[in-house]
């Protein structure tokens, strides 16, 4: 099922969003400036962190509170436990569990968007977008009423919610498991669902661990709902945190670095700091990527209205259109590295310069390749 929608922008139409788009070029340039820089002071600043928290972290025991660890930052291995079961009330499910969370699916039309421009002779352009429509299921309820074709509905879905509970008598050995700590637990399994007592508002039935609302699970329709649960259980657990009184919470560094690790197992200290380590690098590298491309973006957007003059002959446009996007990602590029330099001087002078150094190399070669295109088109 698909529905076909074609739209035309003309050439004077497309100059003036061309013109306006110079606006959200610097608006993109702004913030990706301010995001590489951000992220590079912050990259340093938690690599710091952690180092000094490696350095500092003492292992305790987890049979007795040792007051003279009162604040510090502590590295323990011990079994959790619960007391009072986790309940969904709502829905009569019960958990020996540290934590429980509710997840919730509907069987709806979900709409599909896809849009191909093609460019015409003068400097206009054709827009064609196809929409395509499925059954599926969703995590949120998706809105009918805005779909481009009629015909595919979705009912109002019951006032169901994800929810997640977390206990309250949780404890690891004679400490208790509070606040951060329970809500840096992730590692969630399905849960099995069994004595389920369902309230009698809600009709639905147990079929493979979940709770189903619908006539037939194997065929679901429009409109159906399912309900699955997932718990964290008590187990072995490795932890690093700052001890507070008989629990524990967040440790700030002198680096303003915030210290919390949880994690299932048996797991050393050193390896727990490995992985945070890791995690930071990881995120590191995922916002230089972003910033890199609003950059690229950004630039490009700033020398777009000489791409819609040269539209005018399409082919003509293409060209243009290769060479702005090859002048935006080279600046672009050079720029986001000079980003990257500046908050990394602060911190690491040496590795600072030496990414200077890369930029203006880039910014040479922009320039060397600007003027000897510019001789040429004088010839």
Not at 181 to 204: A, C, G, Q
């Amino acid at each position: 099922m698909s529905y076909t929608e074609t739209t035309s922008q003309g050439f004077f139409s497309r100059l003036s969003s061309a013109f306006g788009g110079i606006l959200v070029g610097i608006i993109l340039i702004l913030i990706s400036s301010a995001l590489l820089y951000w992220n590079e002071g912050n990259y340093v600043r938690t690599a710091a962190g952690l180092a000094e928290g490696k350095r500092s972290v003492n292992e305790i025991k987890e049979d007795k509170v040792d007051p003279s660890m009162e604040g510090k930052l502590v590295h323990l291995v011990g079994t959790s436990k619960v007391g009072t079961a986790l309940t969904d009330e709502s829905f009569g499910v019960t958990a020996k569990a540290i934590r429980l969370r509710r997840q919730v699916h509907f069987f709806e039309w979900k709409e599909n968007k896809e849009s191909k421009k093609r460019k015409k002779m003068g400097g206009s352009e054709e827009t064609v977008t196809t929409y395509t429509y499925e059954k599926t299921w969703v995590d949120s309820h998706q809105d009918s009423s805005d779909f481009k074709e009629k015909g595919h509905t979705n009912p109002s879905p019951p006032d169901i919610q994800d929810q997640t509970f977390a206990s309250k008598d949780a404890t690891i050995g004679a400490f208790k498991l509070q606040g951060p700590v329970l809500d840096d637990l992730s590692n969630f399994e399905k849960f099995p669902l069994k004595d389920v007592h369902l309230p009698s508002d809600k009709k639905m039935k147990v079929t493979n661990d979940v709770l189903y609302q619908g006539k037939d699970p194997a065929s679901p329709a429009v409109g159906d709902v399912k309900v699955d649960f997932q718990v964290v259980n008590p187990g072995q657990l490795s932890l690093v945190a700052k001890q507070v009184g008989d629990s524990f919470d967040k440790y700030t560094t002198k680096a303003d670095t915030k210290i919390l690790i949880v994690q299932a197992g048996s797991h050393a200290a050193a390896d727990m700091f490995a992985d945070k380590e890791a995690s930071n690098s990881t995120m590191t590298w995922v916002l230089r990527f972003v910033g890199w491309i609003m950059m690229c973006i950004g630039f490009s957007m700033l020398v777009r209205p000489i791409n819609i003059v040269a539209d005018i002959i399409p082919f003509m446009g293409d060209l243009v259109g290769v060479g702005t996007g090859l002048f935006g990602l080279m600046i672009g590029s050079s720029l986001a590295l000079v980003c990257i330099a500046v908050g990394w001087i602060a911190a690491r002078p040496v590795v600072g310069i030496l990414m200077l150094a890369v930029a203006g190399g880039a910014f040479v070669m922009v320039y060397k390749m600007g003027k000897k295109k510019n001789q040429e088109d004088a010839r």
